[in-house]
């Protein structure tokens, strides 16, 4: 339907972070303002949610266009859910940095450009043209350089160099991707790009611009031989920034990869057998990796690799369930990820270190705290019926559907791994003895902190602790809305023909 | 016309990548404009290239009667090419502070992050 107000959550993400950098010395009402604009924000994300859930994909084209010419915005149910589970994580992070931020760097427009961020989540997710994605990756891109900049640390420039220069050869690289897909089609409309490309004879040319999208956004969402720039950056900032970057933003690329690979290129054998096997390296190297670490938050950043593979597989197997899976996966993942690292920064809080060999005694010191800690690193695990566990079911259900078997092996190898590291990092940081830690050098510990602080930091926690449980416990909704947008997905035909107005039928 | 573009266009990416892979920090940065701008003109040549009819209607015509150049790939392209500046910029500006406080240039020296803690 024909809906103006699909922009909404976007442009009250810029309305918030505009009125915030009228704050820019004011901390406080900041951290109020910021607060306040994440609820309303949220509630737009159920608004637009429920909207679309019960009308059907909601778009608007820019300037009463018509389609292909004028730039579009789609909600189709994915890029909703998407929206509403971004604003989730974005309200929790709004919460977690209050609490832990420490105020030199909030004084630098810290809340001002983690709405903007959210903002360009946003745009990304609701963009039904490729160059408009392209702007929307660019303005979620800049945000993060500042955000993981923040402070300048030695750590975080060395940190964001790696994560700056692979971002920029990324965003070469899509704009060489759209260059050929607008030499093919003559068009950038998602919707109109999917018939022309279908229509293309010469599928080697198609499949070099896929192979340079999954390329670009291969690296954004780090995949197998493209995810180095990840363990570097991502445990620099400070655990707030990680947690809307751990959460968030990798994600981006798979939603992106999602969106180009069953609207555009989907259903090709070899792009499938191709992702496939980068989906069981991704799993392989990401589990792997994280097993070695002894810093916290880079185990965690490993575990996002491993978790990116589980997305990518069914991406590769391309059957409904599989893509259920994916979906399901997302859904789950963007929610315990962003907890996880509020996770890591709770125990350097509570600790002052993040190195698992010398931390200890958390559950001894901390059992109530602890006991709510199990809940977002078990749902990593996928230890049922918590929420990890139910998308895993579809994804070796496609895989028996489709005699993936070895992709179904690297799944269960990776489910195991990521169970090992969960398993040390409770035995170490939870039920060992700890030594003498190292004395913070600034900051507050947790115990020293005012008891609204405390708070502040738990309840993020908490919430997003309990949307996990729901999606854990409620899976049959969950199921319902994943495999409605997995079928959607699947067949195309209704998107298209809502954007462009006609009837068509796609081979 | 063509021809000539195809081939800036390669050189402009092989360049681009060759500096890319090299160890300075500041060849990365140049690797990277270049990169950028081989791509705007790829963007720029793939909307197939007209010369002397710019998209507009003549006085008393109510359609186009003859082919016109394509307007959008150029709008696209003045797009990207701002939004490379910004990014540049910033990631020069990143450089000179990583410059400062790392003091070198050399990409092989930055490894304190991949090691432990």
């Not at chain 1, 050098?441 to 997003?464: E, K």
């Amino acid at each position: 339907m024909n809906n103006i107000l699909v922009i909404v959550p976007i442009l009250f993400q810029l309305f918030a972070g505009t009125i915030l950098l009228f704050f820019w010395n004011k901390i406080q009402i900041q951290k109020s303002l910021s607060i306040i604009f994440s609820v309303v924000a949220l509630v737009l994300g159920i608004w637009l949610f429920k909207l679309t859930w019960n009308e059907g994909i909601q778009f608007t084209h820019a300037g009463s266009w018509e389609t292909p010419f004028g730039i579009s915005f789609v909600s189709d149910l994915l890029s909703a859910t998407l929206v509403l589970v971004a604003s989730i994580a974005g309200l929790a992070v709004s919460l977690f940095s209050v609490g832990t931020m420490r105020k030199e760097r909030l004084k630098f427009g810290f809340f001002p450009i983690v709405h903007f961020l959210i903002m360009g989540l946003c745009g990304a997710f609701l963009a039904g043209d490729m160059f408009n994605l392209y702007v929307w990756f660019e303005v979620v891109i800049i945000s993060s350089f500042v955000l993981l900049t923040l402070g300048g640390t030695k750590s975080q420039l060395e940190g964001a160099i790696k994560y700056v220069s692979l971002n920029l050869l990324a965003s070469s690289l899509f704009l060489i991707g759209i260059g050929f897909v607008y030499g093919l089609t003559g068009s950038l409309n998602f919707a109109d790009v999917a018939i022309k490309l279908s229509a293309i004879s010469n599928r080697g040319l198609v499949n070099v611009t896929a192979g340079i999208f999954l390329v670009a956004f291969g690296i954004k969402s780090a995949i197998f031989p493209m995810y180095f720039w990840l363990p570097a950056s991502y445990h620099t900032p400070p655990p707030a920034v990680s947690a809307i970057f751990g959460g968030l933003l990798t994600k981006l690329g798979v939603y992106a990869l999602i969106r180009t690979f069953t609207l555009m290129f989907g259903g090709d054998e070899f792009l499938g057998v191709m992702l496939s096997i980068i989906a069981a390296l991704t799993i392989l190297s990401g589990g792997l990796g994280s097993l070695l670490q002894k810093n916290l938050s880079k185990a965690f950043g490993y575990l996002i690799i491993c978790h990116i593979g589980f997305m990518i597989a069914g991406l590769g197997m391309f059957t409904e369930v599989a893509i259920l899976g994916t979906v399901f996966y997302l859904i789950h993942d963007i929610i315990v990820k962003t907890n996880l690292f509020m996770v890591s920064g709770l125990v350097l809080k509570i600790n002052g270190t993040q190195d698992i060999s010398k931390l200890g005694g958390m559950y001894k010191n901390y059992p109530v705290i602890s006991l709510l800690l199990t809940v977002p690193l078990f749902s990593l695990v996928g230890i049922p019926p918590l929420s990890g566990f139910w998308p895993k079911i579809f994804l070796i259900q496609g895989g028996l559907a489709t005699k993936e078997y070895f992709l179904i092996a690297f799944i269960v190898l990776g489910s195991f791994l990521t169970l090992w590291v969960v398993a040390k990092i409770w035995a170490e940081v939870f039920w060992k003895n700890g030594e003498n830690l190292p004395v913070k050098a600034y900051g507050l510990y947790f115990n020293q902190m005012t008891r609204s602080n405390q708070m502040m930091v738990i309840i993020p926690i908490i919430l997003l602790s309990a949307v996990s449980l729901y999606i854990g416990f409620a899976a049959e909704q969950i199921y319902v809305l994943s495999e409605k947008i997995a079928h959607d997905l699947m067949n195309p035909q209704e998107y298209i023909e809502t954007i462009l107005g006609i009837k068509t039928t796609l081979p | 016309m063509e021809v000539l573009l195809i081939i800036i266009i390669g050189l402009l990416h092989a360049g681009g990548l060759y500096m890319l892979l090299r160890r300075s920090m500041f060849k990365i940065i140049i690797g990277l404009i270049l990169l950028g701008n081989g791509a705007n003109l790829l963007i720029f040549l793939l909307g197939r290239l007209v010369k002397g009819h710019p998209p507009v209607i003549e006085n008393g015509m109510k359609v186009f009667k003859e082919i016109y150049a394509d307007p959008l790939p150029q709008a696209v392209v003045l797009t990207a090419i701002v939004i490379g500046f910004g990014l540049q910029s910033f990631a020069i500006i990143l450089i000179k502070k990583v410059f400062k406080v790392l003091e070198t240039d050399d990409l092989d020296e930055l490894n304190s992050t991949d090691e432990e803690i």
